[in-house]
C-alpha cells in the first residue's frame, strides 16, 4: 500500500499518540470522519494500525512496518537527530550507512561536501543518494523487501574488505544498560561488521528505540564513537 499524505499523517499522529479518536483526526486533518474511517480501513488491511471502537491504536508490531512507512513516524526526532549528527561530516570522506528510515534525514546534507563516497547495504537509502549524484557503492546481498536492504554473507563479506571513515547506523533497540540490539540476526552483523572496521561509528536512535531490547546484540555503547539519542 502506497501511502497518501494524509494517510501519513494518520499514521504519525496514530504511533506518535498510541491510540486517537476518529473524531479528533477529522478535526486535526480537516477531512470528514467518513474519510478518516475508510482510510483506518485501508491501513489496517495493510497491518499499519489497529481499529477500536471510534478510532484506531498503534500497532504493537511497528518495526516490521517497511522502512519506507517509518520514515514518517517521529519525524521531528530523526530531523534533530540528523541536525546534530552533522558535526561529524566533512569533505572527502568514505562513509557507510546502514538500512534506517532515521538515516534519511541526514542524506540532505551530504550535498555540502566534497569529494564522498557512500557504502550501504539500503536499496532504500540509494534511491535518495542516486539524485544527489554522489558517487555510491551497494554491498550487495540477499534481498530484504521489508527493510529495503542487502544483508548475508555476500554483504558481510563485502564489508569486512573496505575500511569507512565513519558509519551512520541506527538500529531497533537500545537498551538501558546500553546494549544495542536488532531482531534480525543478518541485519545485526552488518551493523557489528561496519561498527569494527569504521573508524569512527555514530548510532542515531529516536526515543521509540530507546529502553528496549532485541533478540541480536550489535555492540555496546561504550564501543562506539557516539550515540545521539532523543
Do not use: W
Not at 482510510?39 to 477500536?52: C, Q, S
Not at 511497528?62 to 549528527?85: C, G, M, S
Not at 569533505?91 to 557512500?118: E, G, H, M, R, W
Amino acid at each position: 500500500m502506497e501511502l497518501n499524505k494524509r494517510q501519513k499523517m494518520i499514521l504519525q499522529k496514530v504511533n506518535e499518540e498510541g491510540s486517537i479518536k476518529v473524531s479528533k483526526l477529522s478535526r486535526e486533518l480537516f477531512f470528514s470522519e467518513m474519510t478518516i474511517r475508510r482510510d483506518l480501513a485501508l491501513m489496517e488491511k495493510a497491518g499499519l494500525l489497529k481499529r477500536v471502537h471510534g478510532g484506531a491504536i498503534m500497532n504493537d508490531s511497528f518495526f516490521q512496518y517497511p522502512v519506507n512507512y517509518r520514515e514518517n513516524i517521529n519525524k521531528d526526532q530523526k530531523k534533530t537527530l540528523a541536525d546534530r549528527a552533522i558535526k561529524y561530516l566533512s569533505d572527502d570522506q568514505v562513509i557507510f550507512f546502514n538500512s534506517s528510515s532515521t538515516l534519511a534525514f541526514l542524506l540532505p546534507y551530504l550535498s555540502k561536501y566534497k569529494n564522498l563516497l557512500i557504502i550501504t547495504n539500503s536499496v532504500y537509502l540509494l534511491s535518495y543518494l542516486e539524485k544527489m549524484h554522489i558517487p555510491c557503492v551497494l554491498t550487495g546481498g540477499r534481498y530484504n523487501e521489508i527493510e529495503k536492504c542487502l544483508s548475508g554473507r555476500q554483504a558481510e563479506e563485502f564489508l569486512k574488505t573496505v575500511n569507512p571513515d565513519i558509519a551512520f547506523l541506527s538500529c531497533e533497540a537500545l537498551s538501558n544498560e546500553g546494549r544495542v540490539t536488532e531482531s534480525d540476526p543478518d541485519l545485526a552483523e552488518i551493523a557489528k561488521i561496519a561498527v569494527q572496521k569504521s573508524k569512527i561509528s555514530i548510532f542515531l536512535m529516536d526515543g521509540s528505540k530507546v529502553g528496549a531490547t532485541c533478540t541480536y546484540d550489535v555492540c555496546t555503547t561504550d564501543r562506539v564513537s557516539d550515540v545521539i539519542v532523543l
